[in-house]
């Protein structure tokens, strides 16, 4: 259960340091923002049909999702069963204790709030069925991702998530290394300092667009016929 945890929690590493990066498009304007968007749906074009690269990444992310929360919820239920209605008797004493308790717990509700972060965040920004702070467009992308972030309680909405997703990580990370059998006395720092780096990088990547959406700094999306005229010339 706790490799099935490390395996499927890596893949969702990888997945949302792509995503993070990918964000980072934003930079380059609407255009080009958009054609990244575009360009992820037309991925092995005609090998596989229109969407099909997203619809393999979708299952297998869905698959991920369920052997993770699974596992996550079998383990917890068999510890309280093994534990019975006893509490601990033999309590660890100072910082371990405390340290752990808190990871535990950050790890339990932190998970819930990704799993809700996740339903509304596709909500937002894939199904289009939320859309804070103006008309969203199949499509577009960044344009969707501007209006929704106009809103301070959009954006605290992603921070609060962030701040899950990276406590998450920050122990995930140990953990999974743990349980993979990469902890041994002298790596102990440097996986320490991996994890660290890991999930705060992660938030500062994510964060920065939006911060940067909120306080003015990018462009206005272009009017649909400016767009009309932009996205033909890149062929999208
Ligand atoms: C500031 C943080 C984030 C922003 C601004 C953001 C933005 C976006 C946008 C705009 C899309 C839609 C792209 C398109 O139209 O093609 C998207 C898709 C997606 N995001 Fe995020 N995202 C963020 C964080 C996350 C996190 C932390 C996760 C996972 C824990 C996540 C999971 C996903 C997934 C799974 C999709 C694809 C949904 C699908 O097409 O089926 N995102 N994101």
Redesign the pocket.
Known sequence: MKRMMAFSGIV?LF??IF??YG?LHYFEGEIAYDHY?HF??ELLVPILPHSGV?WI??IV?LVCLLAHAGSAFHLWARNRRARGSDKYAVKKSGADYFASRYAMRTMRWGGVI?LL??VW??LQ??TLHITPGGEYI??R?YS??YY??QLWWVWLI?AV??VA?CLHVWHGVWSALQTLGAVRGNTIPVIRLIAFVVAFG?FAV??I??TLILFGYFPAPMSPAEYAAAAAAVGM
Do not use: K
Request: glycine residues 6%; aromatic residues 20%; positive net charge.
């Open positions: 969702f997945f949302v995503h993070a964000n968007a992820l749906r997203l990444l979708r992310l990704l972060f996740i965040h596709i920004y894939t199949h499509g992308a969707n991702m929704g972030f992603y998530s962030l997703l992660l994510f964060m667009v939006p």
